[in-house]
């Protein structure tokens, strides 16, 4: 099991990718790679992620039910969708993403999902995600920084988590009782966060 990730998430996780194939998120053209398990370009440079890293971002993040998540860098809104349905109904999701094309299309895809508790919107460009009253419960951010950007650790409510790759290294930040804390779970490839 990873080190951080609760094992009863797993499951979850694996049902919620089920359901919402990758596929469905990605342009015609490479929907046939779906199943493999590495990044395939989108465009503007953007990638959807891999599988595999997809997956362990969700299990280090212990997505609950009734959660308010903010995704940051929302692409093509599989990852939008995946914590839509991690949160069920009683929960919300904002998606934020960049880049305009993307951000409408990523928006339609998970538009097409039926889950109306999520949305993807354009982030504002020069801000990092978007501050909400009482702080978010989850951040899950799929881009990487060059530091840690302390603008979204402060967006983060009690008891919450944010997983985020930094430079080249996956960091789940975890705060509770006004305490922050940060582990480092493995190294992984990420474009640049904007």
Known sequence: MRRGADPGRAAEVADAMRELARERFLPAEQRARAAEDHPLPLWHGQTSSQPSTVATMLELLQVPVGARVLDVGAGSGWTTALLARLVGPQGRVLGLELDPELTAWGSANLDACGMPWASIEQATPGALGRPVE???????????????????????GDDARMVIPVR???????????????????????????
């Open 168 to 194: 080249s290294t996956m960091h789940l930040v975890v705060r509770r009782d006004g305490r922050t804390q940060t582990s480092t779970h493995g190294s992984y490839s990420f474009v640049p966060l904007r």
């Open 134 to 156: 009482g702080g978010w419960d989850r951040i899950l951010v799929s881009a990487a920084p060059r530091d840690l950007p302390a603008a979204l650790v402060d967006q983060l």
